[in-house]
């Protein structure tokens, strides 16, 4: 028995299960923001999208999936990109 003992597999059980949860959690953000956002409508409408309509899809993937408070993921965004 290792110096963690039966604990050992427990946490890579855990981490199994935070991964997955958290792979849920983040393509259920994804499936939202493409089922709702206008953007995205547009696109898939086959219309032109605006400048504007880029920077509000760009703000929605940042505030909910880049580590403002309500985001899922956790990691922001580089400020290059």
Do not use: P
Request: proline share 0%.
């Amino acid at each position: 028995m290792g110096v963690l003992g039966d604990r050992g597999f427990g946490l890579v059980e855990n981490c199994l299960i935070i991964k997955e949860e958290y792979r849920q959690r983040v393509e259920a953000k994804v499936s939202e923001i493409v089922e709702t956002h206008q953007t995205i409508a547009a696109i898939r409408n086959g219309q032109a999208v605006t400048d504007l309509q880029w920077v509000a899809l760009d703000r929605t993937l940042r505030q909910e999936l880049g580590g403002g408070e309500r985001a899922v993921v956790g990691v922001e965004y580089s400020q290059g990109v």
